[in-house]
């Protein structure tokens, strides 16, 4: 079968074996997967060399067969992918065996996937089939930040620094269905707009004086994701007694922290990652309640990903793009 695959000649499209269903596993012939960002980042983790890897963690297609025990799916299912392998109770922390789909484990970037019955999700009725391979790892991880670490309330301030990402297209829906108030940041004055126009209440430039745009602001909450580049901009926006949740780090993972600063301003900083199966549920509960859609920048097919992996290496987009299998 097709697939988009990482090993010792670098990254490709090639074949791999088709896989077949064991006891409590089903095979899902894929028709739409979603790239993120950590597809992009596995072939620097892997160092450009190891056993074939199928890339990919978000995707949505159809159930084309079950293997022996399985109870929960049947062939012709349209289901979608919960990429967040072994974490199914809500939990401060990750359990042990929990790991994102991808890496180990082949993904979803190819024309069939084998999963344990436990990792696949009903595909939202409400939703197509683009916006439904690109609803689960970004949307699930906003939602953990935003809500369940961030503890967002109605008529909070809420910064979010990069606003093009996936995640961040989420959180901007998921905070003004709550009732909060957000300010997004861009060096793309483009990207700004199309996050106002997604309903974020400001946009201010990535290059800004931040201390001096937002002096009128007070910040309740900070969701980052970039690091280095913004983390102690963002941590100095803060309100006393504030939150900082980090999910990511795009830009460099390592920063100098000024502790005194932190323990006079009685701040806190939370990490967060991706999530459980009950928070998938709620935030796929929430999402249909609200009608909140995955922003897709662009659909190619499975044979162009290359082109899509370099898309997002440049940050070009604005939302997701998505491979057609």
């Known amino acids: 079968m097709k697939a988009i695959i990482h090993g ?9 074996p088709t896989p077949f269903a064991k006891s409590g596993e089903v095979v899902v012939a894929i028709k739409t997967a979603g790239l993120n960002r950590r597809d992009l980042y596995i072939p620097a ?4 060399k190891g056993h ?14 079950v293997g022996e025990g399985v109870t929960k799916w049947s062939v012709g299912d349209e289901v979608l992918v919960n990429p967040s392998l072994n974490w199914f109770e809500k939990s401060d922390g990750s359990p042990e065996g929990f790991g994102p789909l991808g890496m180990p484990d082949d993904g979803t970037f190819s024309e069939k996937i084998v999963l344990s019955q436990e990792q696949l999700e009903p595909r939202p009725a409400y939703l197509t089939w683009e916006e439904s391979a690109s609803i689960a790892l970004a949307g699930l991880t906003g939602f953990r930040a935003l809500v369940t670490r961030g503890k967002v309330k109605k008529d909070d301030t809420v910064l979010v620094p990069g606003a093009g990402s996936g995640v961040v297209t989420f959180i901007i829906q998921f905070a003004k269905a ?9 060096r793309s004055e483009e990207k700004r707009a199309h996050a106002l126009k997604l309903g974020a209440d400001r946009a201010i430039d990535t290059n800004a004086d931040w201390n001096e745009v937002l002096k009128d602001e007070t910040i309740d ?12 901009r963002s941590l100095a926006c ?3 007694g504030g939150r900082l949740v980090v999910f990511g780090a795009t830009t460099e993972d390592v920063i100098d922290l000024d502790l005194r600063e932190l323990f006079n301003n009685q701040q806190e900083i939370i990490g967060s990652m991706m999530g459980s199966r009950d928070e998938l549920r709620e935030m796929l509960a929430f999402s249909k309640e609200h009608n909140i859609r995955p922003v897709i920048d662009r659909t190619m097919p499975l044979e162009d990903a290359l082109e899509g992996f370099s898309m997002l290496e440049d940050s070009t987009q604005f939302g997701k793009i998505v491979f057609t299998v």
Not at 223 to 230: D, L, P, W
């Open 221 to 232: 909450l900070v969701i980052e994701s970039v690091g280095k580049a913004t983390f102690n």
């Open 52 to 65: 074939d890897l199928i890339l990919g963690s978000d995707g949505a297609g159809v159930v084309e067969s």
């Open 238 to 240: 803060l309100k006393k």
């Open 8 to 16: 010792d000649n670098g990254l490709r499209l090639g074949e791999m």
């Open 178 to 186: 709550i009732g909060a108030r957000v300010i997004v940041t861009s």
């Open 45 to 48: 983790r892997r160092d450009n």
